[in-house]
Nanobody, 119 residues
Framework: QVQLVESGGGSVHTGDSLRLSCAAS????????MGWFRQAPGKERELVAA????????YYADSVKGRFTISRDNAKNTVYLQMNSLKSEDTAVYYC????????????WGLGTQVTVSS
């Protein structure tokens, strides 16, 4: 069983940057696809960014393109989300997730880390 633990959340101001980290444990290799989701109060959870194991294939939601960058270090079993030019609408709980298939639901989830952006 894979365990995912997020870190790096916090309270920042508009325009600031944050880097989230997600450490995977429980087996020697991290899931094939790793993603970052977020859920704001009263809104549905949305996929923000995803990356495959090699790092060649990435996905970004339109709302974060050009501002967020997902990356992974397979040697450390860690995935990162670099968030720049943060906006108040980026305020949410951010969840790390993973799956071993290219399609379908994510199998593994972290508990989330809060990101709050204020003006």
């Amino acid at each position: 069983q894979v365990q995912l633990v997020e870190s790096g959340g916090g309270s920042v101001h508009t325009g600031d940057s944050l880097r989230l980290s997600c450490a995977a444990s429980g087996r020697t290799f991290s899931p094939y696809i790793m993603g970052w989701f977020r859920q704001a109060p009263g809104k549905e959870r949305e996929l923000v960014a995803a990356i495959n194991r090699s790092g060649v294939i990435t996905y970004y939601a339109d709302s974060v393109k050009g501002r967020f960058t997902i990356s992974r270090d397979n040697a450390k079993n860690t995935v990162y989300l670099q968030m720049n030019s943060l906006k108040s609408e980026d305020t949410a709980v951010y969840y790390c997730a993973g799956k071993d298939r290219t399609s379908g639901e994510y199998d593994y989830w972290g508990l989330g880390t809060q990101v709050t952006v204020s003006s």
